[in-house]
């Protein structure tokens, strides 16, 4: 039978155990804090109600086929009540309603509970329309299709077309916004009705507004030709009805710097930073010159350095032979493992082709290469090439 271990090893063992994991780990064992990311857009008590709605109408389609369970369904109609209004199908429903990480969904159900047991049981009848009689009539979250803020009202253009139909009214259905309209590209006005900078009415009816773009620069225009612009943009002036494109560098507009030259450009100008070394010369023997923002330098030209002022070429020192950096004791071991691999040589050859004085041998020269390219690898072909 095995040994046990003695009685008086363990509680030390013990308590060395727990104290080693009770220590933190290294730095690259310990887990890395998560990513931080950006927090979510906070969505209107008005969406997370709609949310709950539909979920709990699609709880009621799942669940439309379904009965007590019991097997005699005749009969638990007849002494439960219909499945199809029982208490026990709402709260199956109930039960799903809310997925587990929807932290709003679960706030606002558990706040309208109760109301919604009174629909359940008291209010389908009468407002069958749940959204309404509890996102809006109940819990005055929500406003109708069309309509904003506090008091549900009509956005611009009216709640039956918001802002057109050519932008999207701030704060729609819900009790908050400003009932701002959002337009698309190209329309514009308080309710999208006009034709916004850069477009012009291509068609217009009682019902209907197709704005489409001007010619580039135009930024009001007739039509889409190049002769059709009643404004220009900005950088451009108004012609004969054509946009012509302003020298800013030939006006007081444009503002460059004084080592700076102005270049034109559609609609613009641009500084740009003036080249001293197209017309500079630097007068050192050697030198070029580098441009810098606003000025220049005089520089050694490469393979130059510069001493005292004055650019000299640079040296390169030749490489000595591997032999030349050798001390008095490395050569005296350099000639015995010489004599020592000739030595070991010639046993093998008296030996005439015997294993054993053949793995002495091929084993002492390899100790003795190991041994001194060890030391000197890096010198060993350029030093045995050019010599000592």
């Known amino acids: 039978m095995a040994s046990l271990p003695r009685r008086g090893l363990v509680p030390p063992l013990l308590w060395g155990l727990s104290l080693f994991l009770s220590l933190p780990g290294p730095v690259w064992l310990q887990p890395s804090p998560p990513p931080q990311s950006s927090p979510p857009t906070e969505l209107h008590?008005?969406?997370?109600?709609?949310?709950?709605?539909?979920?709990?109408?699609?709880?009621?389609?799942?669940?439309?086929?379904?009965?007590?369970?019991?097997?005699?369904?005749?009969?638990?109609?007849?002494?439960?009540?219909?499945?199809?209004?029982?208490?026990t199908r709402l709260v199956e429903v109930l039960e799903s309603?809310?997925?587990?990480?929807?932290?709003?969904?679960?706030?606002?159900?558990?706040?309208?509970?109760?109301?919604?047991?009174?629909?359940?049981?008291?209010?389908?009848q009468e407002a069958p329309d749940l959204f309404q009689w509890l996102c809006s009539d109940s819990l005055k979250l929500c406003c109708p299709s069309g309509t904003f803020g506090p008091s549900c009202l009509p956005c611009p253009g009216g709640p039956?077309?918001?802002?057109?139909?050519?932008?999207?009214?701030?704060?729609?259905?819900?009790?908050?916004?400003?009932?701002?309209?959002?337009c698309q590209a190209g329309y514009g006005g308080e309710a999208c009705g006009q034709c916004g900078l850069g477009y012009f009415e291509a068609e217009r009816n009682a019902s209907h507004l197709v704005c489409s773009a001007c010619f580039g620069p135009c930024a009001r225009c007739s039509g889409p030709e190049e002769s059709n612009c009643l404004q220009c943009k900005k950088g451009w002036a108004l012609h004969h009805l054509k946009c012509v494109d302003i020298d800013e560098c030939g006006t007081e507009r444009a503002s460059c710097g004084a080592n700076q030259f102005c270049v034109n450009t559609e609609g613009s100008y641009e500084c740009r930073d003036v080249d001293e070394c197209e017309t500079e010369v630097c007068p050192g023997e050697n030198q070029q010159c580098e441009n810098m923002e606003g000025s220049y330098r005089c520089v050694c030209a490469e393979g130059y350095k510069q001493i005292e002022g004055i650019c000299v070429k640079e040296q390169i020192p030749e490489s000595a032979g591997f032999f030349s950096e050798m001390t008095e004791d490395e050569l005296v071991v350099l000639q015995q493992m010489f004599f020592g691999v000739i030595i070991c040589?010639?046993?093998?050859?008296?030996?005439?082709?015997?294993?054993?004085?053949?793995?002495?041998?091929i084993g002492a020269v390899a100790a003795m290469t190991g041994y001194w390219l060890s030391e000197r690898s890096d010198r060993v072909l350029e030093g045995f090439i050019k010599g000592r």
């Open 345 to 361: 040589a010639l046993a093998t050859l008296a030996a005439k082709g015997d294993l054993v004085f053949t793995a002495i041998f």
């Open 45 to 87: 008590p008005c969406h997370t109600c709609r949310g709950l709605v539909d979920s709990f109408n699609k709880g009621l389609e799942r669940t439309i086929r379904d009965n007590f369970g019991g097997g005699n369904t005749a009969w638990e109609e007849e002494k439960l009540s219909k499945y199809k209004d029982s208490e």
């Open 97 to 124: 309603v809310c997925s587990k990480s929807d932290f709003e969904c679960h706030r606002l159900l558990e706040l309208s509970e109760e109301l919604v047991e009174s629909w359940w049981f008291h209010k389908q």
């Open 160 to 182: 039956e077309k918001p802002c057109g139909g050519y932008g999207q009214c701030e704060g729609e259905g819900t009790r908050g916004g400003s009932g701002r309209c959002d």
